[in-house]
């Protein structure tokens, strides 16, 4: 089992950047594969992006890919999401997931364990 914290949301202004951590706890994270997820307020939750158990491997949204990068530490157990070129429409809450599944997947109903997540705003 893992628990999940976020941080590291905020304001920004539209072309800015942040980054967000996710904090796990448990003696087993690297046997996790790691998303994150975002939600917009009136909207259904969406896939941002994945990383392998290494983090080798990493799969993007195409509204996020080439402006995102999802890494981690699993000698720290952290997850960070760098989000650079910020668009008012990355305005959501993000949240931090785990899944047990070795493969890298956007589905939401693979993810077993959330954090209770970061809000970002951007403004124009």
């Known amino acids: 089992q893992v628990q999940l914290v976020e941080s590291g949301g905020g304001l920004v202004q539209a072309g800015g950047s942040l980054r967000l951590s996710c904090a796990a706890s448990g003696r087993t994270f690297s046997s996790y594969t790691m998303g994150w997820f975002r939600q917009a307020a009136g909207k259904e939750r969406e896939f941002v992006a994945a990383?392998?158990?290494?983090?080798?491997?990493?799969y993007y949204a195409d509204s996020v890919k080439g402006r995102f990068t999802m890494s981690r530490d699993n000698a720290k157990k952290m997850v960070y999401l760098q989000m650079n070129i910020l668009k008012p429409e990355d305005t959501a809450v993000y949240y931090c997931a785990a899944t047990s599944q070795m493969s890298l997947t956007y589905s939401d109903s693979r993810y077993a364990y959330w954090g209770q997540g970061t809000q970002v705003t951007v403004s124009s």
């Open positions: 990383i392998s158990r290494s983090g080798s491997s990493s």
